[in-house]
Nanobody, 121 residues
Framework: VQLQASGGGLVQAGGSLRLSCVAS????????MGWFRQAPGKEREFVGA????????DGVDSVKGRFTLSRDNFKNTMYLDMNRLQPEDTGVYYC???????????????WGKGTQVTVSS
């Protein structure tokens, strides 16, 4: 199973981007899909995750109210709508998948290659 993230790019502060993550297949071990990000010189942080029923669990507080997760199970695709972007949101965004919210927070089984998001001030 492969995950493919896309949609990153360069945007000015206050702008928006939509990231997508497509799974090549769906298994029970991928009921939950999520996003992580890593800024240069910083540790990776959990952005949030969504299960197949579209229940969402939040990650870092700094994105609450600005980022929205959604999922299209028919397309095996997860989305991250990012609004009011700030320079602190700059980093590589990775999608991941695993069986549960607990497991995806800890050690996701499936990882996609990252997509770069750069927010200029």
């Amino acid at each position: 199973v492969q995950l493919q993230a896309s949609g990153g790019g360069l945007v000015q502060a206050g702008g928006s981007l939509r990231l997508s993550c497509v799974a090549s297949a769906r298994t029970l071990e991928m009921d939950v899909m999520g996003w992580f990000r890593q800024a240069p010189g910083k540790e990776r942080e959990f952005v949030g995750a969504i299960d197949w029923t579209s229940s969402v669990t939040d990650g870092v507080d700094s994105v609450k109210g600005r980022f929205t997760l959604s999922r299209d199970n028919f397309k095996n695709t997860m989305y991250l709508d990012m609004n009011r972007l700030q320079p602190e949101d700059t980093g590589v965004y990775y999608c991941a998948a695993h069986r549960s919210f607990e497991s995806i927070r800890g050690a996701p089984k499936y990882w996609g290659k990252g997509t770069q998001v750069t927010v200029s001030s």
